[in-house]
C-alpha cells in the first residue's frame, strides 16, 4: 500500500493484518482523489475509521492544512503514527482513540475547529455511516460547503444513505464489491 500522490508520492504505508481489516485499496484512493481533486490545498481532514490513516495521509501529502485521524482500535492507531512517521506529516496531525459515532461529539472539545473534507471508511455491514453523519451536523464539526466520502460494500444489507439531512448524495462509484459516496453539505458540488 502507497501513497498514490502529492509531495509523498509512492511511500509504503504499513498496513494492519487482520480477517477484519480492509484499507481502502490504492486504486479507489486514486479514483477518490481524482473526483476530488489531486490538490487539497489548505483543507481541513477528518478521517474516521482510520484504519491505516491512509486516505487522511494522502490528503496531506496533497496539500491538506491538517488532518485528524479517529479509530477506537489500539493497534489502528499505532499503525496511523508510524505511518505518519514515515511519511514526515505528524506535525499536520493529530491521531484520537474515539468510540464512533458517539464520541464525535467530544471531538469539538479538541480544539480541532471544522472540517472541509471528511472520510467515512466504517466496519461494512454495521450500519454507521448514517449515524456517523448525523452526528457530524449534531456536533458542528463541518465547514458550511464540506464535503463527506463514505464507503460502504456493495452488497444489498450495508447500502450507503441516499437521503439526509443537511446533505446530498452527487455521485456514486462502485470498485468491485466497495462502493463509495461522494456528499455535499449545503452548497458544495463535486463536479
Known amino acids: 500500500m502507497r501513497v498514490t500522490g502529492g509531495m509523498v508520492k509512492g511511500h509504503r504505508l504499513i498496513k494492519i493484518k487482520g480477517p477484519h481489516i480492509r484499507p481502502t485499496a490504492d486504486m479507489v484512493r486514486n479514483s477518490i482523489f481524482n473526483i476530488l481533486g489531486q490538490t487539497l490545498t489548505g483543507v481541513t481532514v477528518l478521517d474516521l475509521f482510520a484504519g491505516t490513516g491512509s486516505l487522511g495521509i494522502e490528503c496531506l501529502s496533497r496539500g491538506a492544512k491538517r488532518a485528524v485521524f479517529i479509530d477506537n482500535s489500539r493497534r489502528a492507531l499505532a499503525i496511523i503514527k508510524k505511518n505518519l512517521t514515515i511519511c514526515g506529516l505528524e506535525e499536520l496531525s493529530m491521531v484520537v482513540r474515539e468510540q ?20 467515512i471508511d466504517p466496519p461494512y455491514g454495521k450500519g454507521y455511516i448514517e449515524p456517523t453523519m448525523n452526528k457530524l451536523v449534531e456536533s458542528v464539526l463541518l465547514t458550511h460547503d464540506a464535503m463527506v466520502v463514505a464507503e460502504s460494500s456493495t452488497s444489498a444489507n450495508d447500502p450507503l444513505p441516499c437521503k439526509i439531512p443537511y446533505f446530498r448524495l452527487q455521485q456514486t462509484r462502485s470498485y468491485g464489491s466497495t462502493v463509495i459516496g461522494f456528499y455535499s453539505s449545503h452548497g458544495g458540488i463535486v463536479t
Open 100 to 119: 464512533l459515532p458517539k464520541g464525535l461529539s467530544r471531538i469539538r472539545n479538541l480544539g480541532c475547529g471544522q472540517f472541509d473534507l471528511v472520510f
